[in-house]
């Protein structure tokens, strides 16, 4: 019985094996029309004498890599081999400022990135292993809304895949994501409490002054108001030692900054009502940083807003941030695990794009 079902195992190895695609990686570059911008990434290319369904990788906040490495584990790569293992183009840039891809990444908005991901598209039809009427973006975390922004700028864009995709306003998105962090510290309730409190009104402050010269300003007096009535809100707990601490230096200057400007006051209902395409959208319930339920909520409704019901969307269980499982699904675990990008994620973009594109 053994040897049978060892044998079972071998040729079911082997039919995976030959039904997976060969493929090749190419070192790509081009620039923006205005010369003063050079993008640099890897265009992955299944083997053989036809045009393939192309996907563009689309990253979240924060400098990254073509690879997507984050925590350690190269998510973009890990999913991209396996689009290409089954028949589709992929291409992954580096984030502004970032290997071959020049530019100053602090200085670019969402809105920029949008233009990227649109000098992409333009890029990849120029390929002529690409079928130019199947192109889409695929993008994480951020990536969502940056997708969101550039789809309906251009008919290129045929079909959209959103992995802890973002598909909330700047402002809910940025207080959600600081409560989901703070409601799961080590924290007291008291400086629970105490984080909200002051999170709050700092974001109110920067949502009202977004577009103020003087938003700087108004954050800075709008702490110390709070701090002084907290300093005396502190001595009624009769606490020996004060262990909290606001980051008011970092954040005012974060804030200040064209990205968060932009992003704060992103309107996602507005943006999202005007795709017209395809989306398929996942989520994992344990995402500290795009909250699961309430973001496909969204990529549904937002979208059928607009008159397109054309959304499939997953919230899979212990899955994180970076669609990987999890048991305890810190950041910690994050960054020590072993694990990859789960085989369910990988089985549902399969699937959605064999029925839906290909």
Request: proline share 3%; glycine share 6%.
């Amino acid at each position: 019985m053994k040897k049978i079902t060892l044998l079972f195992a071998c040729i079911t190895s082997f039919v995976k094996l030959a039904m997976a695609q060969s493929f090749s990686n190419t070192e790509v570059s081009f620039k923006s029309p205005d010369n003063k911008i050079t993008y640099g990434g890897t265009l992955s290319v299944p083997t053989g004498n036809k045009k393939y369904p192309a996907l563009i990788f689309i990253s979240g906040t924060g400098k990254q890599d073509r690879d997507g490495l984050m925590a350690g584990h190269k998510v973009f790569l890990e999913i991209a081999t396996e689009l290409a293992k089954n028949g589709y183009a992929v291409l992954r840039l580096d984030d502004r400022g970032v290997g071959k891809t020049s530019g100053t990444y602090e200085a670019a908005t969402t809105a920029d990135f949008a233009n990227d991901a649109l000098l992409a598209v333009q890029y990849l039809k120029t390929n002529k292993q690409v079928n130019t009427k199947k192109i889409g973006f695929i993008g994480h975390s951020e990536g969502g809304a940056i997708m969101s922004i550039a789809a309906p700028q251009s008919k290129d864009v045929r079909y959209l895949i959103s992995l802890s995709g973002l598909a909330m306003n700047g402002y809910d998105a940025l207080m959600s994501q600081n409560q989901k962090i703070v409601a799961e510290s080590q924290l007291p309730d008291y400086d629970k409490a105490r984080s909200n409190d002051i999170n709050t009104l700092m974001f109110n402050v920067a949502l009202k002054y977004a577009d103020s010269t003087n938003m700087e300003e108004k954050l800075n007096e709008t702490y110390k108001a709070w701090k002084a009535k907290d300093d005396i809100y502190f001595k009624t707990l009769n606490v020996q030692f004060d262990h909290f601490r606001f980051p008011v230096y970092s954040f005012v200057n974060y804030a200040i900054g064209p990205w968060y400007r932009y992003f704060i006051k992103y309107d996602a209902q507005k943006t999202m009502s005007k795709i017209k395409v395809p989306v398929l959208a996942i989520n994992g319930d344990k995402d500290n940083y795009v909250i699961g339920e309430p973001n496909l909520q969204n990529w549904k409704n937002y979208i059928a807003a607009g008159g397109n019901k054309n959304v499939e969307t997953h919230l899979l269980k212990n899955v994180n941030h970076l669609l990987m499982p999890c048991e305890k699904c810190t950041q910690a675990e994050t960054q020590t695990s072993k694990n990859s990008v789960s085989p369910e994620v990988l089985k549902i973009i399969i699937t959605w794009l064999n029925k839906t594109i290909k």
